[in-house]
């Protein structure tokens, strides 16, 4: 703190302040980083009988709680600080002995805070950042990331560039508090290396981002939201602005998760397919996880949360949000598409129930829509696939009854497999996966969803 400031006045050196804000703030993802270290370190470690499983439920429902509880308040107290930085620079500027003076017929701003847009619908956040300077919204920028890259109605170049910062606290993080399982060879348990094998595939999964937000960093690719928390990872290919003429979403289906996105080769496919067929440039589109996504193990995954009505429930609403945003930003005459694979066509139809419009709605080898779902009007429907496992389990009534393909407002298109009409291909896995690629195999296809967005 600092001497008196004119008449008894005391304040705070506003960068001391962010300073020890940052400090905190990287504490605490340090420790929750050794929290779930130590999770795992207690899970996995060989130690049998009533004694470790009364240390395991201790440490889960007191210890790693309590040390969860710390990283929240550094957390907290971080976003204290930022904000008591913010309120002491405003309150310099308005009246302290450093401040700037003001010009006539000249409005001082108010500095922004987080909790500005407590309360507010997308459209007011939208309204309230486009009336900040533009050195407001750079300081936002620089003070809360997180805050910016993943809030609906804070304009997409404004979120892409906050995630560039977000992305550098990612590869931070893997690179100093993500070191590799190191095999321990008095572990005599015969279960042991196969967890050990299990444990340092998913640290090298997550050491392949480091690449990936590289890329992101650089500028090379666009993340409208970046949300490891909380499931979330949106893409952005091409340029939304106001030249823009279609702006797709894209869904991919079940067991998608963030290391899918690594090698630009996965559910960008698609998309970013249909952005290059464009020549006119007019096509962006959204390679879409907002959420979680069925990605368990595969029995989880397909058999319960893929056809669950109560997943799709709590995700749909999430897309149903953040597609409200892209119409924020929606040029007149433009047209909206969404897309979704497998699961992703349940996700997106299950956005219109939320409130959510599309000029045109595209399944490929889409699961079944929620119960209660109805055409919207107005809205073109389109259903593209092979025989393959879901058809047919859609067919037999296993996965839900009112699927894309039988659907009376969705346009039908059916394509011959590549090996063939056979019994077997009404089981493929592979052609429905097909779908969704840019194989030479699926030329026909990409051919007719080409038509079908561009036919206006």
Do not use: C
């Not at 996880?289 to 893929?306: I, M, Q, R």
């Not at 047919?392 to 497999?417: C, D, S, W």
């Amino acid at each position: 703190m600092g001497d008196g400031l004119g008449g008894g006045f005391y304040g705070a050196d506003v960068e001391q302040l962010r300073q020890l804000a940052t400090t905190m703030r990287t504490a605490g993802r340090k420790l929750d980083a050794q929290r779930l270290a130590l999770n795992g370190g207690v899970a996995g470690t060989p130690w049998p009988g009533p004694d470790a499983e009364v240390f395991r439920q201790e440490w889960k429902s007191v210890h790693s709680r309590s040390l969860g509880a710390v990283v929240t308040l550094l957390q907290q107290a971080a976003e204290d600080l930022t904000r008591q930085a913010d309120e002491q620079q405003s309150a310099s500027a308005a009246g302290g002995a450093s401040a700037m003076p003001s010009l006539p017929g000249v409005e001082r701003l108010p500095e922004p805070r987080p909790e500005d847009l407590e309360g507010k619908s997308a459209a007011d956040i939208r309204a309230w950042w486009l009336g900040l300077s533009s050195s407001q919204q750079e300081a936002f920028i620089r003070n809360h990331p997180q805050l910016v890259g993943n809030t609906n109605g804070i304009p997409f170049d404004a979120r892409i560039q906050a995630n560039r910062h977000n992305a550098q606290d990612r590869i931070d993080w893997l690179r100093n508090n993500d070191p590799e399982p190191q095999l321990n060879p008095w572990i005599l348990d015969s279960s042991y290396p196969a967890r050990f094998a299990e444990q340092h595939e998913e640290w090298r999964k997550r050491q392949d981002g480091i690449g990936y937000f590289q890329q992101v960093v650089d500028g090379k690719v666009q993340l409208a939201a970046y949300d490891p928390g909380n499931h979330s990872i949106v893409e952005l290919k091409g340029t939304y602005d106001e030249n823009t003429t279609t702006i797709i979403t894209y869904v991919p289906g079940t067991l998608s998760n963030e290391a899918s996105f690594y090698d630009g080769r996965g559910p960008q496919a698609i998309p970013g397919h249909l952005v290059k067929a464009d020549t006119s440039g007019g096509t962006a589109a959204f390679v879409y996880k907002g959420s979680e996504f069925p990605d368990g193990g595969p029995v989880e995954a397909f058999l319960d949360e893929a056809k669950s009505d109560e997943f799709v429930a709590a995700s749909a609403p999430v897309l149903a949000a953040f597609q409200k945003a892209v119409d924020l930003e929606l040029p007149p005459q433009a047209q909206t598409v969404g897309i979704g694979h497998s699961w992703g066509a349940r996700n997106v139809t299950g956005s219109e129930m939320e409130g959510a419009s599309y000029n045109k709605v595209l399944a490929l080898s889409g699961a079944a829509m929620r119960p209660g779902w109805t055409p919207t009007p107005g809205t073109d429907y389109a259903s593209y696939t092979y025989p393959d496992i879901l058809l047919t389990a859609e067919a037999n009534g296993l996965v839900g009854e009112n699927y894309p393909m039988r659907e009376p407002a969705f346009e039908k298109h059916i394509y011959a497999p590549p090996g063939g009409i056979t019994v077997g291909e009404l089981y493929s896995i592979d052609n429905h996966k097909l779908i969704a690629t840019t194989d030479p195999e699926n030329e026909k296809a990409l051919d007719d969803i080409e038509e079908k967005i561009s036919g206006r």
